[in-house]
């Protein structure tokens, strides 16, 4: 079945690193993503990876993933203030015509 | 860039009354999807379009109906509303059904 969890909150000091994790359950999962959400705003692209990747970089983001496992994880370095947010894990499979499953979201928020 | 767009950004209906929501996607997008973000919760995947024609359906009410339209803008239909209703309500667009949906800013739907 389609699956995705995430832990629900994550608190980092202004500077250091952010590691946020995500289990799924469907194998067939084609693309997995990362989503950015500030309060009441939209969902921002941040980054994607493809199943027959394990890492993708871009910037201060890492994304390593773990197929054996089923385990997603999104790192960000140096984290400010501005990156507090919820940050859903997503996954699609492409024989669904691409719609997208949604973890539950990680609030992230930034201790001084 | 141009992004989606999504109106109106904020509706306010009483219960029983009906709603319409449009989302115009990225010029030369060609599918577009619709999710549901209740409170503190994670998106939930609707119902997509591709070239006019509905690709998938998700956990869409029969009391919610959609289209898309010949210059590809997409409209969800919402009738006898509830207060469950309430939530933030998503487009996303993409190009072939690719991977890579983009998302509108959403419609706060509140009702009363």
């Known amino acids: 079945g389609e699956d995705v969890e995430q832990s629900l909150f994550l608190s980092v000091r202004e500077g250091d690193s952010s590691v946020i994790n995500c289990t799924y359950t469907?194998?067939?999962?084609?693309?997995l993503y990362w989503y950015k959400q500030e309060p009441g705003a939209g969902l921002q692209l941040l980054t994607y990876?493809?199943?027959?990747?394990d890492m993708k970089q871009d910037q201060r983001l890492t994304v390593l993933l773990n197929k054996k496992d089923k385990h997603l994880s999104l790192r960000i370095a140096d984290t400010q203030t501005g990156d507090s947010a919820i940050y859903f894990c997503?996954?699609?499979?492409?024989?669904?015509?691409?719609?997208?499953?949604f973890g539950s979201g990680t609030r992230l928020s930034i201790r001084p | 860039a141009a992004g989606v767009i999504q109106s109106p950004r904020h509706l306010i209906k009483e219960k029983r009354e009906t709603a319409t929501l449009k989302c115009y996607p990225i010029?030369?997008?060609?599918?577009v999807y619709w999710y549901q973000q209740g409170p503190g919760q994670d998106p939930q995947f609707l119902i997509s379009?591709?070239?006019?024609?509905?690709?998938d359906k998700g956990s869409i009410p029969d009391r919610f109906s959609a289209q898309q339209f010949s210059d590809y803008h997409s409209e969800l239909n919402m009738s006898s509303l509830e207060l469950g209703d309430s939530a933030l309500y998503f487009c996303?667009?993409?190009?072939?059904?690719?991977?890579?949906?983009?998302f509108g800013p959403g419609t706060r739907l509140t009702v009363t």
């Open positions: 996303a667009s993409s190009f072939n059904r690719d991977f890579e949906q983009y």
């Open positions: 469907d194998s067939s999962s084609t693309y």
């Open positions: 990876i493809f199943s027959n990747m």
């Open positions: 997503a996954e699609t499979i492409y024989s669904s015509a691409s719609k997208i499953i």
């Open positions: 010029p030369r997008h060609d599918t």
């Open positions: 379009f591709y070239e006019k024609m509905q690709s």
